[in-house]
Structures are given as structure tokens and as C-alpha cells.
DNA sequence: CTGAAAGCGCTAACAT
DNA sequence: ATGTTAGCGCTTTCAG
């Protein structure tokens, strides 16, 4: 490797004047500055970027956090357009972008701790993560993808309003003549899981309908568990006649779960799903779906990030709520006639 | 931030002996390794990574390089699955993975100039590409998730056998009574896409049939471009029965393009994909496609670069072919009956 | 305009 | 078993 001082000795200067033309600071004489950067050609020199770090007492990286398995983040291809929004924020402010898969309960605040990186993007972390505690004291810079409390707390975050999200899915099965609904609402211990339960319930509010508490049922975010659920679902004595379902792999596999029990979708059974990932407008039907946008989240994110490393004062907590919308496509249609005949049974 | 020193100066040790401790090295008083851990404890130390790298000449990261737009790698899930596979053999050998998003002409070997990473994965290369002439004289240790000429050459790299993909393809069209086949290739300046071309030629030839130079198409992988190209192609005076896209995204946007103009897939014209992504199983029809293994492209991609990166004289060249195999699905069928009535005209 | 020296936080010889 | 001394490659005072 070729380090300064070669091209100091080779040039015949000092190390100081060979950082002064590469980091373009105060004034070298032109002759010497062109004579350094000959040799620098020459050379392929180029500075360290560890022993840059190690000086300036910052490594110029962002870790981006993805704290579950990665076979179950990459398949939420949701996830993938939010990286995409971090990497080119990231991209274009020149900071380097390590993917951190934190399993199991690896103290990912770690990786700031010893310098690796000067901030931390976290992607949907749980609530019993057992790093808050730390991250919440402010041990880092850091900025969520996601709520990580129902309540105030001093964390920086972008999230989507799930609640509204879910309220709107409720209202258009609604204005479709649904009143029994379903919802496959995720894993249990995230709190954007609870925004769509407190969502659905408050729409169902709305409307007048009860709430079915045993037409809402929680699990991962997977097309299995939403096939699985949707079966069951079916088998009960009186069957929802649509489904509102945390994601859209989730509605993907509720689908094939509705298919697989006789029923049509959206004859028998409307689906709704939640993300609109590239997948939804080209399933089978295409699919119902409320909208987030995760590229704009991951922007927002690393944004967020950027502007919270820049203050010295870690500042008042920012965060920002993304709307979502519905997209109305073909898993979706007017409940079947006689659906609810059976109310007084 | 904490050091070295200060956990040194509180347990009444040097530095020496601490370091000692942190790394396991040598024997240590276990009276005195007690009482160090104790003091890292009650201040929370760890390493500087920085430091470390810095005296160690290793960053213990790999650099994954993705030379195109953000937006095209993020839009192609392929890629996603590739990253899974990376991420996790890295994840499972504690090396760290940042992601390096190489615009325009990058030279992103500079990553590894700069020691900021010690070694490279990278994904996509061009023929074209301006960095290859200093990668192939092993100025940094790499691997290619992609062959980057046709020849032979002194680089590492997993690929899969996409000659025989399409030949696989080809063959299936074939016995369904296909004789006008279409192939939208992918961009030019990419070896995998002549090497499709190859396995197309050849398994038309195998069959008999020559090869119509005209229904053969180059251009981006996307959904955009394969809609395009398929209008294009129905308006031949003689339309091709059957499409073998280069990609999954590109053969969707091709089934789109296809009905637009007025035919049904597949009964009009059958249509293929490549990859089997996750969409395929998931689209309208359910996609015939040709399946390549991305996520252990990824695992064998990180394995290659493990080991090469373990090698003091950079050994001989390794490569690796996976094989791929046709998914039949619903997107192909029989060629429609008067296909073929006009060739003599 | 340029250079000498100190030191970022750590590890690795080489003592003791 | 433990400490001292040099650096790793760079930037930063502070002089010249």
C-alpha cells in the first residue's frame, strides 16, 4: 500500500504538504502542489481512509440496522425500497453505508461504540428490542423506521400512519357492503401492529360494527402465516368476507389460504394488503392495498440521520408521519349478497 | 468516548494488559483479568474498530459494489437475493458488508485503495466497466457474481449457466410447437445477455429453425422496456408465438405489452422469464420461467471471496457455474394452431 | 508557504 | 505475568 510518506519522500516534501494538496487545504505553491500530485498519479496513491477516521474521530459511515433474520427482512421486499431511499441519500452525501444484520439479540450499539460508524438507521425494530434502552438515552445517533413506543419518547423516527392506513381499508370494505372483516394484523410486538389493530377498530367504531375480537389474529409477516390464517379464518362458523392483512405477502398468501377453502377472491372474499410493493399490481388478482411509500421513508430517514450527526446538541427529537393511501385494484369487491343472513343466528 | 487508556489507568493496569484481556492473548493474572473486565464493564468500553484495522492492515469488511443506478439494482428483487446470500456467509464469518452504490464510473476500487474495505463483491459488471482492467490485474481482491468476458481470464467468479437456461427454454417452446420465438435479450453491454443470445442460437439451430436476427431485441431489464418491446414484436408482419425474456420484470411488462396489443397469454403467445424471483410464482399467469439461484449466488460469492482474501499469493483462479432450470408455469402453452400457416407468404 | 512533532486508539515486539 | 516502546497512516498544532 502506498502511504504518504512515499509520495512525500518521492516528491521531496514533507508529509504536511502532501495532506495539504490532497485534502485541498491553505495554500501550496503551485509548482509544488502539481509536482505532489504528480506523484500521487504516479503512485495510484491514495489516503487511508482508517487512518483518516482514526484522526478526524469519524468513520464517515452510516450502519443501517436490520435486527431480525435477514431471510425474513429480504423477503419483505418492502424493506428493499426503503434501503434504496437510504442508499441514495447516503450515496449522494458521500457516507458509506454498512449492513448490519443483527440477530437474535446482538447489541447492534455496539457498532457505534467502537466508532464503526458515526450513526445508525434502525429498521423495524420491536419493542422488546434490548438495545432501546440504550439507544433511547441518546448512547447514538440514531433514527428509526419505525415507532418504537405508542408514547412520547425521545427518539428520532419516520413511520406511516398505519392507523389511518387500516381506517381507510375499513372504509372502502365498508362502503362495499362488508361487515364482517378480518384482520391478519402482524407480529404482536411491533407497535405499528397496534396502530393497524387501533386503526381497524376505530373505524370499525365508526361504522357502527362491533369488533370481532377473534377475527383479528397476529403473526409474522409472511405469505405462509397469512395462507395459514386465512384458512383458518374460513373455517370459522361465521366467516369474515374479507380480510385486511398487515402486508402485502401476508394478503398474497390469505389469498391462496381463501382459494384453498373454496372460496373466490373478491367474489367470496376481498383482500386487502398493506405496503403495495412492486408484487401487489402484478399478483392475482392485483392486488387492494394501502400505499406506503418506503423509498420516501428510507430517504427521510437518512435525512433525518444526516441532520441529527450535524448537530453537536442532539437537538429537540424530530419525527415524521407518512401518509398512506389506498390503492384500489381487484382483490377487492362488493360483500357477497347473502353474507350477512345469518347475523341472528 | 471511552479508551484504552482510561479502562488502563482505572484497574491500575497498562494498556497492554488490557488489550491483553479484551483479545484473549497470553496469560493474564486471573485476579487482574477480573478486575479489568469489571472496569470495561463499569465503563462500557469497546474497541476502536478504527484503531484496530488501523494496526491490524485490515478493515474485517467487504465492499459489495452495485455499478448501476440505485434504483435499477433496488427494482431488480434479483439482486435482493443475491445480497441475503452475501449478507449472511459474511454475517456468519463476523465481516462486515457495506454497500456501494458506484454511479456513472465510479472507480470504486478506491474502496479498497483506501483499505476501506479488504475486499470486493461485485454485482453486474459491464463489459465496459473501467475499473476491470485494474481489478483483473488483482489490484484487490475480488469476485464477480457475473462473468465479465467471454473468455478466459484471470478473475473469480459465480455465474450462472444462462446459455443453457435459454437452450432449456427454447427446447420447451419447441415441443410445445413453438417455431417463431422472441428473445428481449437485456442491455448489451452485459456477457450473461450474449451468452443467453448463445443458448438461444444454438438451440434454434438444434431444432432446425433459424434464427430470426429480427426478433431479437436488446435493452434494460425492466418492466417498462419488456412492455415496449413486446408491442414492438406483435407488430411484425409475422409476430413471434412465443417470448423468452432476459429477465422476470421484463417478461411481466412484456405480458403487459402482449395484451395491450390485443393477445392472451398464453394462449395467443406463451411468454418466459429468467430468475424466478419471488413476483414470478405471484404474477398473472403464474410465470414460466427459467430459475437461477440468487441466494446462493450470493453464498458462493462470499465464500469465493473469503477464501481468496485468505490467500496470501492469490492462488488460480476459481469459478463457479450454477445451473439453472426451467419452471413451467402457466405463462406458456401450445403455439395456436394457424401460427405457422403463413410461412411460406 | 512549508516542516517538525505530537498524537488519534490500538497492537506487537521486546523487555522486565 | 506485566510494562515500555514503537509504530499503523494520517491530521493538526505550532514553528520556521
Known sequence: MV?????????????????????????????????????????????SSLARSLVRGKSDTVG?????SA??????????EVLRGIAEVLSDHRLDLLIYLAQDETPYIQLYRQRRVDGLILMSVPVDDPNLAGLLEGE?????????TEHENPSWWVDADFATGVEQAVDHLVSLGHTRIGLL??????VSVHLRVKGYCRALAKHGIPVPEDLILYDDFSSEVGRTLARKLMEHPRPPTALICGDDMMALGAIQGVREMGRRVPEDVSVVGFDDVILAAYATPPLTTIRQDG????????????????????????????????????????????SNLDVGR
Do not use: W
Not at 509536482?35 to 489516503?47: D, F, K, S
Not at 443501517?64 to 431480525?68: A, G, Q, R, S
Not at 447514538?140 to 418504537?148: D, G, L, S, W
Not at 407518512?322 to 357477497?336: F, I, K
Open 64 to 68: 443501517v440496522v436490520i435486527p431480525l
Open 295 to 338: 423509498y420516501e421513508k428510507g430517504r427521510i430517514a437518512a435525512d433525518l440521520l444526516i441532520e441529527l450527526m450535524s448537530e453537536a446538541s442532539h437537538g429537540v427529537p424530530r419525527h415524521v408521519v407518512l401518509d398512506t393511501r389506498l390503492v384500489v385494484r381487484h382483490s377487492t369487491g362488493p360483500a357477497p349478497r347473502d
Open 185 to 190: 394484523a402482524g407480529p404482536p410486538n411491533l
Open 140 to 148: 447514538a445517533p440514531c433514527v428509526f423506521t419505525c415507532r418504537i
Open 3 to 47: 502511504t504518504i510518506r512515499e509520495v512525500a519522500e518521492r516528491a521531496g516534501v514533507s508529509i504536511k504538504t502532501v495532506s495539504r494538496v490532497v485534502n485541498n487545504t491553505a495554500e501550496v505553491s503551485p509548482a509544488t502542489r502539481q509536482r505532489v500530485q504528480q506523484v500521487i498519479a504516479e503512485l495510484g496513491y491514495q489516503p
Open 71 to 80: 431471510h425474513f427482512i429480504f423477503s419483505r421486499l418492502f424493506f428493499t
